[in-house]
């Protein structure tokens, strides 16, 4: 890596320390390339924000989320891999070596792999943002703690509501989960344990459509999708958990993306770009897991290095 200022030059640059970028990194490295991650606000992603991930081969009794993603930061560094506590605000894509601004200076990238991730999605209904962080959350792992022996309602039917979920059945005295339908979109071992559980119990077809409080807060209006009936019930916090919107918004107009901003590859996690690569939740409209985002990262990497390789004869 060479500097120029505040400009450094790089062969391999990774936006996002994730599954699929530290992956990505570990495989750069390997192959030489001195590569460079970006951390971006997260460290580690999505997946440090998870208490256990219990489907990642190799961990047989589970492993914290935390601490996967500093294994995979140190096996990357290991072979060379820097890891920058920096973010990328602003690309240029238009020609090679491509301009990444971040927050601490700038890049000139020979390749660049994408892995920014994804967000929550908000349900963008009245008080929802008055009342983030003082009892509505979108973090469960971050935030469960401050419930301990009080009511809680989380709304979603997926994999990430029912575990976040149960997670919170360790603090808090009751956890009420509010689907839109009757049926779980979750995996059948997550409805399981969620129906199983003491602590849990349902609100089905029914969508909250006001969170209501002061300093914190203390109600909810909800609304029976089947028959418009509106009820009000009392709880101290709010977990939503209804999927995810990928963090691309930076590449508009420079990658193809679909509809749902999902960056298009192919299945050499090539964009529409030579040179650049998309991998993890950023591209990933289907899998979304940690194993599937660690293999497209590796997968990106491997062609980075082939299409490097190739440049140079
Ligand atoms: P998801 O699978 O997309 O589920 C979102 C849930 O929120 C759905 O049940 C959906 O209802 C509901 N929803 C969406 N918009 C809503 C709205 N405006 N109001 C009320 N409800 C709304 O998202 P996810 O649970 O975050 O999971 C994302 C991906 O990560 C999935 O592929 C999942 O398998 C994976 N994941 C896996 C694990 C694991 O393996 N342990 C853990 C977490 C996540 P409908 O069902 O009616 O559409």
New binding site residues.
């Given amino acids: 890596m060479s500097t120029n200022g505040k400009e450094k030059n790089v062969k391999l640059l990774i936006l996002g320390s994730g599954p699929a970028g530290l992956s990505a990194a570990l495989y750069g490295a390997r192959a030489e390339l001195a590569p460079v991650v970006l951390t971006g606000t997260q460290l580690g992603g999505q997946a440090a924000l ?1 208490f256990t ?3 990642y081969p190799g961990f047989p009794e589970g492993v914290g989320g935390a601490q996967l993603g500093e294994l995979f930061q140190k096996q990357a560094e290991h072979f060379g891999a820097t890891v920058e506590f920096d973010t990328a605000h602003e690309v240029d894509l238009s020609q090679r070596p491509f301009k990444v601004v971040t927050d601490n200076g700038e890049y000139k990238a020979g390749t660049l792999i994408i892995t920014t991730g994804a967000s ?2 908000h ?2 209904i009245e008080g929802e943002t008055e009342l983030t962080g003082r009892g509505v959350s979108y973090c469960a792992t971050c935030d469960g703690w401050f419930f301990k022996d009080k009511k809680v309602v989380v ?10 979920g149960l997670f919170i059945t360790r603090y808090a005295s009751s956890v009420t989960i ?4 009757d ?5 059948p071992i ?1 409805q399981k344990r969620a129906r199983e559980h003491p602590k849990v119990n349902f609100i089905w077809n029914t ?2 459509t006001e969170v209501i409080g002061g300093e914190k807060v203390e109600a909810l209006r909800l609304k029976n999708v089947k028959t418009g009936e509106e009820t009000i019930i009392e709880t101290d916090g709010l977990f939503i ?4 919107k990928p963090n691309t918004e930076m590449f508009l107009g420079q990658l193809e993306m679909s509809d749902l901003g999902y960056i298009t590859v192919n299945d050499k996690m090539e964009t529409n770009v030579a040179g650049v690569y998309a991998a993890g939740e950023a591209a990933d409209p ?4 940690v194993v599937t985002s660690a293999g497209m990262g590796a997968a990106a990497a491997i062609q980075a290095t082939r299409f490097l390789e190739a440049e140079t004869g």
């Avoid at 709304?155 to 976040?164: F, H, I, R």
């Avoid at 289907?286 to 897991?289: A, G, K, M, S």
């Fill in positions: 998870t991930i219990e489907n929550p999605n349900l963008r709304v979603g039917g997926g994999d990430s509501a029912l575990e976040e509010v689907h839109r339908r049926e779980l979109r979750a995996s997550l969508v909250v958990f209804i999927g995810h289907h899998f979304r897991q």
